[in-house]
């Protein structure tokens, strides 16, 4: 799983700038962030402290949603997929052909496309992974209390 970190810095000029730190565990010697950030945005102070709470708290963990899996499906031209825009089939082949280094700077911005390929790229079980995740755009969502209807 790759972990993102982010450091809020304020310069004099009242200007935020967010460095991101990615660390794959399972590709690097050390679970440490690199000292050196993929990438740093500036932005407000208020948007700056909001992605870095945001991202402390987890919320740019590596979360495959059924769209991205399906799309992720489609360019491994596996059952399931689904094809998606220009701009994403782009990306998605970007991210496949990318080296760790690049594919760890694009998960600070896309987490779960770099995940899903991840999987569909790296493990034996990837792609019943992703398939599992795909059928869940199939399944309608329970409605008035929890129960389907069928």
Do not use: K
Request: proline fraction near 7%; aromatic fraction near 4%; charge should be negative.
């Amino acid at each position: 799983m790759i972990h993102i970190t982010a450091r809020l810095h304020q310069d004099d000029n009242g200007a935020a700038h967010v460095a991101i730190y990615a660390t794959d565990p399972d590709h690097a010697a050390s679970s440490e962030p690199s000292p050196f950030p993929c990438g740093v945005l500036t932005m407000s102070p208020a948007a700056g402290a909001e992605l870095v709470a945001r991202v402390q708290a987890g919320e740019s963990e590596q979360t495959i949603t059924p769209e991205q899996a399906a799309h992720v499906l489609w360019h491994f031209d596996a059952t399931g997929g689904m094809e998606p825009g220009s701009f994403t089939q782009a990306l998605i082949t970007t991210i496949a052909s990318a080296d760790r280094t690049n594919m760890l700077r694009m998960a600070a911005i896309y987490p779960g496309y770099v995940g899903a390929c991840n999987l569909a790229q790296n493990h034996e079980d990837g792609i019943r992974v992703l398939q599992g995740l795909a059928r869940q755009m199939l399944v309608p969502a329970p409605q008035d209390g929890g129960e389907h209807r069928g």
